[in-house]
């Protein structure tokens, strides 16, 4: 049987592309739910962990984790460039090309893990002594710890660019139901070896089984997708080239993303106190949990932006939908938060906290819903072949985010802080639409931008009113009001008809 035989039934009986409203929105529940479940057993058992290994332990664990997830950068981006490419070939008809991509990608990724490697395996001891400053008696069982997640480092690559390839061929329901079991041993599995020993090189041995477990399963699916790839192929050397060509600028932004995203608790830590890092980080680490929803939902777009790159049109419309459905469900949760951060604060923890650090979370608030928006441009410029616009933004913005910051902190403390990194995300937001305006002629419709425009100001509004039960009937009202502006001018007549299709199915059950 030929590749296109193979493939165009695929295609045409079993591809999901995802380019239509209904698709989309079922992809990204897959996709929600993989990111969510794994969290609920997080809250379930890392307190049975924490408390049969002890906190330093515990925190060796994390340091270990932390470090392998950076040096996991160490794929270049190539599993984002993988999934482009194979959605590419889908959308073209060239089925044939898949296989030395798919290799071609897979050794790459291998090589530059063995970089990561080499790294780790050499700066282990520097690390668990010098850096972390672990107590002498678990420095041994530290360091052979770290030796064992370096030897990983290929698993977890290669894992990640065989979920890329699912990914291209909109097989998300699989990819999401394998990150889930993975998260789910990844707290279970320590949980479970606790019951026979504390040892922390043992309970990582059983983790790195279980990732070779889940990678076996990633190449058991990849296999069953796309038959062709099982006869294994040398690297193409004309292959090489492209792939390095997205994927290196993939990598600018993976390298300074965490950068931007950890500077500023350092920088608070170094200026004013650990304890200033409490009062900001704590609201940063609850708001930022909503962005799992863009994240689910972009997940989506990307291999959908990649396939549908030559159609404009296309394009134009799901990079709109993609755009109102984010801002239709983030904005309602912030429209909550704002307006009561006092009150949520003070239930959640206490009075004191909730003084501190009402008014961080409030502006964190209005750049997680503009952050949120700005995942659709950032998506669409990498599944379009434009990961430079992207990376070259990040680069520009990381000095001048430093310095301000940096001098926020020290004369406006954390609120200051909180204030810079809102900005930071409002000029990235209007650079990326910019750059999509620019280089691609993608534009929003009128209508879209007007109403997210008009609609940011009110949770900021509410704050003025301090009875409690007004604040509440008022924003009652802006939900009612809410929802019939979006229904009637943000939402198109087959949108409206999915989600009534899918409140039905909801009533059935």
Not at 176 to 186: A, C, D, P, R, Y
Not at 372 to 395: C, E, M, N
Not at 456 to 464: G, S, T, V, Y
Request: include cysteine; hydrophobic fraction near 55%; charged fraction near 15%.
């Amino acid at each position: 049987m030929t590749g296109n035989e193979i493939t165009q039934p695929e295609k045409n009986n079993n591809l999901d592309t995802g380019t239509d409203t209904s698709g989309i929105f079922k992809n990204s529940v897959y996709n929600l739910l993989g990111y969510l479940l794994p969290i609920v057993f997080a809250i379930i058992f890392i307190p049975i962990i924490i408390m049969g290994l002890g906190d330093e332990k515990f925190g060796v664990l994390n340091l270990a984790w932390i470090v392998i997830g950076y040096f996991s950068f160490f794929d270049f981006g190539l599993s984002r460039t993988l999934t482009k490419v194979v959605a590419e070939k889908i959308s073209l008809s060239e089925p044939e090309t898949i296989p030395k991509v798919f290799w071609t990608s897979f050794y790459l990724t291998i090589g530059f893990s063995l970089i990561g490697t080499v790294l780790i395996l050499l700066t282990a001891n520097f690390l668990v002594v010098d850096v972390f400053k672990i107590s002498s008696n678990l420095q041994k069982d530290s360091i052979n710890t770290f030796y064992l997640l370096a030897l990983s480092l290929p698993i977890v690559t290669t894992s990640a660019s065989l979920r890329g390839f699912l990914e291209a061929y909109h097989r998300f329901s699989i990819a999401s139901i394998i990150k889930v079991v993975l998260g789910i041993l990844t707290f279970t599995v320590p949980a479970i070896v606790l019951i026979f020993s504390d040892k922390l090189f043992l309970i990582v041995l059983f983790l790195v089984i279980v990732r070779l477990f889940i990678w076996l399963i990633y190449l058991a699916q990849c296999f069953r997708i796309n038959p062709e790839i099982k006869q294994i192929r040398s690297i193409d050397t004309d292959t090489i080239k492209p792939l390095l060509k997205i994927s290196s600028w993939m990598t600018v932004s993976n390298l300074i993303g965490p950068l931007i995203i950890y500077v500023d608790r350092f920088l608070i830590g170094a200026l004013i106190s650990a304890v200033a890092i409490t009062y900001y980080a704590t609201p940063y680490e609850l708001i930022t949990k909503i962005l799992v929803i863009p994240s689910a939902i972009v997940g989506v777009l990307f291999p959908t932006f990649s396939a549908a790159s030559k159609n404009l049109e296309s394009s134009k419309k799901i990079f709109d939908g993609g755009v109102k459905f984010i801002f239709l469900l983030i904005f309602p949760v912030v429209l909550v938060i704002i307006p009561f951060s006092n009150e949520i604060l003070t239930t959640w923890l206490n009075q004191r906290f909730a003084t501190e650090s009402s008014f961080v979370l409030q502006i964190l608030s209005l750049g997680v819903i503009i952050n949120s928006i700005a995942y659709v441009p950032f998506t669409y410029l990498q599944g379009v072949g434009r990961p430079d616009v992207p990376a070259k933004i990040h680069i520009l913005e990381l000095s001048f985010y430093l310095v301000g910051m940096w001098f926020a902190i020290q004369y406006f403390g954390i609120n200051g802080a909180a204030l810079v990194w809102c900005l930071r995300i409002l000029v990235d937001s209007l650079a990326m639409f910019y750059a999509c305006k620019k280089v691609m002629t993608m534009v929003l419709v009128p209508s879209t931008i007007l109403i997210i425009i008009l609609s940011l100001p009110f949770p900021f509004l509410l704050i003025l009113i301090n009875n409690i039960f007004i604040k509440m009937i008022i924003l009652l009202f802006l939900f009612i009001g809410f929802t019939l502006i979006s229904w009637n001018f943000i939402l198109h007549r087959d949108e409206k008809e999915f989600l009534l299709s899918v409140i039905n199915r909801i009533k059935k059950l």
